[in-house]
């Protein structure tokens, strides 16, 4: 019984071995957790116990029935995933490297408990003290990577400014993998010939933490770069918003400008009225509708919205897209009025280059925005829509050009700045926003 359990011990450390390395992808698996485990974990112990009863019975380094099982069980890891075959065999490498360093460190400390015991030359596995020592260490590991695992790892995984990395990534697990195994000793008294043993146990702590460094630097840089493109990508935005603002204060200077002339037409009027002069008030008519903005120019109190809405709906009308909008807003608004534009402007910019893309018999647009207990502001966007709705990493895909949407991550950006809260769902051909902020 106790030459089974030796190579049982060795073989076990799969097991958490395979729990790190799923902790940064939890998000990303294709079942629940506790299905998984349910299945998964008593398919590793029947894989120890039978590896180990193999090994025992033939008289097998257990290095003969891992090496052949760590594809399968790397196969079966990246089928239980929704991320890339280069993801999942890095991060799976990556686990299986740090884990041969301990092993290493395992065999210098099973040299250690077996040096007055006169094992003989054909004894395969550790001793029975050193593989608890190497089940324990391995644990331990686990534990202390579990916070970075989880948060710092699973952001670098996210980040698809970092994708090419993964490339490259494997690269160096499998030779500090491959230099593991080349330090196995041949005859197990080369361990106990001069100062080997006590060299063997060095090189095996620097290998370990040079690994633990490099995975460390390889972090920290993909921390550095996610940083930078969020950056970047927030500059960008502020660019492209800030040229949506631009023409949106034109179409509010000119719903305004519009409101002015029209008291300065009513005087006009009414002096060509005194006068009787209708044919002269008939060319004043004319030549006045011209110049008249075709906006409607009540939807709210508030000025600026309703130029924006204004300014939409008369898009929406050119484009034969119904757009019905009930907006309750006072004329003044705590709210920061520049960004309430912005998120009406994407919200229904985006609404009709959806609808537009619908037969004309399905096309609508409906709005609802309305005050909550006087400190909240609530919005709700309906619009038809055709096609298929990307998304990557909970992000939406532009329909326009490759890459992340605009509209709606702006609206997200500046609903984040608010404290508020946004939710974005899509069924059966209709997409609805809905925007809560802080007013």
Not at 18 to 47: D, R
Not at 100 to 122: G, Q
Not at 197 to 216: E, K, M, R
Not at 393 to 420: A, M, Y
Request: charge should be neutral; include cysteine; glycine fraction near 4%.
């Amino acid at each position: 019984m106790a030459d089974i359990l030796r190579p049982v011990l060795e073989l076990s450390v799969i097991i958490p071995g395979i729990l790190l390395a799923y902790l940064p992808v939890k998000s990303y698996l294709k079942q629940t957790p506790f299905k998984l485990t349910a299945w998964l974990l008593p398919l590793l112990l029947g894989i120890c116990i039978f590896g180990g009863a193999v090994c025992c019975a033939f008289h097998f380094p257990t290095r003969w029935v891992l090496f052949p099982l760590l594809p399968v069980i790397m196969l079966i890891y990246h089928k239980t995933l929704k991320i890339s075959v280069w993801k999942s065999v890095s991060i799976f490498l990556a686990v299986f490297a740090v884990f041969a360093c301990i092993n290493s460190l395992s065999r210098a400390v099973n040299a250690l408990i077996t040096a007055d015991l006169h094992i003989t030359e054909n004894e395969l596995w550790f001793h029975t003290g050193a593989g608890i020592f190497y089940n324990v260490i391995c644990l331990l590991f686990v534990l202390a990577a579990w916070y970075p695992a989880h948060h710092r790892v699973q952001t670098m995984i996210a980040d698809e400014n970092f994708a090419q990395t993964w490339y490259v990534f494997w690269i160096l697990p499998a030779i500090f993998i491959g230099v593991n195994l080349f330090m196995i000793p041949k005859y197990r008294s080369t361990l106990y010939t001069g100062r080997v043993l006590q060299c063997y146990i060095v090189l095996s702590l620097v290998l370990l933490i040079i690994l633990l460094l490099f995975y460390a630097m390889f972090l920290m840089l993909a921390v550095s770069l996610n940083r930078n493109a969020r950056l970047q990508h927030e500059n960008h935005l502020l660019s492209l918003q800030q040229e949506r603002y631009k023409n949106l204060c034109m179409a509010i200077e000119e719903a305004r400008q519009a409101r002015h002339d029209i008291r300065h037409h009513f005087v006009q009027l009414s002096a060509l009225a005194e006068q009787g002069d209708m044919e002269k008030i008939k060319k004043y008519l004319l030549a006045a509708t011209g110049k008249i903005s075709d906006y409607n120019l009540h939807f709210c109190e508030n000025q600026a919205v309703d130029s924006v809405f204004g300014y939409y709906s008369t898009i929406a009308e050119r484009e034969n897209i119904p757009f019905h909008a009930v907006v309750s807003l006072p004329a003044d608004l705590s709210i920061d009025e520049i960004n309430l534009c912005l998120v009406f402007s994407n919200l229904l910019e985006n609404a009709i280059q959806a609808s537009v893309k619908t037969v004309p018999a399905r096309r609508k647009i409906n709005v609802e925005v309305y005050p909550h207990h006087n400190h909240l502001l609530l919005i709700h966007v309906e619009n038809t829509f055709d096609g298929k709705i990307q998304q990557k990493n909970n992000i939406f895909q532009s329909s326009k050009h490759s890459g992340n949407g605009i509209g709606i991550e702006s609206v997200r950006h500046i609903t984040d700045k608010n404290g508020g809260a946004c939710d974005f769902t899509y069924e059966d051909g209709i997409f609805s926003a809905k925007i809560m902020l802080r007013i």
